[in-house]
């Protein structure tokens, strides 16, 4: 079996994962306080600005994209440092927020992105300001939209308006079990199923320089929620890319092949690149970046 790219130019496509720090302004109930608790505290500055000088000297031909995240990235001082030093090098700068700074904090930091990610967290969100967001960026913006089963219907229902009344793309995401750490994912109806693969509130965008693209699994289209759904997110003994078409950065600053953590590879002051594929040694792929990794078992 093969999971390959549908946009063969992918291939060049270098995505780096970073995770600056776990510090957050939201509780939410599927999020356990290692994620938002602040323990870990933000990075060096001259560390983060030596990392993206050495990351571009060593892959000088690949197209590199950069996909912050935190906890919360956009409460780091140096956060829109970064985006004008990736921008400054020709990279992509995308970044996963909860979307609770105003309006004009993003039109300002959206200047050196290519692409937008909010996070929408029904316990926390407010979707007119999701929506004042959208309509004050310039370059594109999804949405994640955290379906909670219990909260499934009032989900669809704030989508609508949302889509409705922005120019967001909005995808629908599972909710996996973070707090006990299995990665299994939440209960469904067989109508909610149905609903998030025939999902209606996604309209094209340029995501050319934010997202891999669609996969395609023998041949065949295929998302990552009919992935994740159909329990094909199972590659233990697979051939993985991961290293080669993406790295991961953690909290502490450890550098790893992909967002599950395997391979590690040093620090952002001192890494080494691998040159060959990894052996996936993981009972699951649970992470949207490393299930959209190139993959073969033959």
Not at 20 to 33: A, D, E, Q
Not at 46 to 53: A, W
Not at 141 to 146: D, K, Q, S
Request: proline share 4%; charged share 20%; aromatic share 12%.
């Amino acid at each position: 079996m093969k999971l390959t790219y549908h946009n063969l130019d992918k291939n060049n496509w270098f995505l780096i994962t970073w995770n600056l720090g776990n510090k957050c302004n939201y509780r939410c109930s599927y999020c356990p306080s290692m994620f938002n608790d602040g323990s870990t505290g933000w990075p060096d500055w001259n560390d983060v600005e030596q990392f993206v000088k050495t990351i571009n000297e060593q892959l000088p031909h690949k197209d590199i994209c950069f996909r912050i995240s935190g906890g919360e990235p956009t409460y780091w001082k140096y956060f829109p440092d970064l985006a004008k030093l990736a921008h400054s090098y020709g990279n992509s700068f995308t970044f996963l927020s909860n979307g609770s700074r105003d309006e004009t904090y993003f039109s300002s930091i959206g200047k050196f992105s290519t692409g937008i990610l909010l996070s929408y967290h029904p316990e926390y969100t407010d979707p007119d300001h999701f929506i004042k967001i959208s309509n004050a960026v310039e370059v594109p913006v999804a949405v994640n939209m955290m379906m909670m089963p219990d909260k499934f219907d009032q989900l669809v229902e704030l989508s609508k308006y949302i889509y409705e009344n922005s120019k967001v793309a909005i995808w629908p995401k599972m909710v996996l079990d973070k707090i006990n750490m299995t990665n299994k994912v939440s209960e469904y109806t067989i109508a909610q199923q149905e609903l998030i693969k025939n999902w209606p509130y996604f309209r094209n965008l340029d995501d050319t320089k934010m997202h891999r693209g669609k996969l395609m699994l023998d041949g065949k289209l295929i998302t990552a929620n009919e992935l994740v759904l159909q329990g094909l997110n199972k590659h233990k003994g697979w051939t993985c890319w991961a290293g080669l078409d993406m790295l991961n950065i953690d909290y502490t600053g450890n550098v790893f092949s992909a967002d599950c953590g395997q391979r590690p590879l040093g620090t952002i002051k001192d890494f080494t690149l691998p040159t060959t594929t990894l052996t996936c040694g993981k009972d699951l792929c649970s992470c949207l970046s490393d299930i959209y990794l190139r993959k073969e078992n033959e």
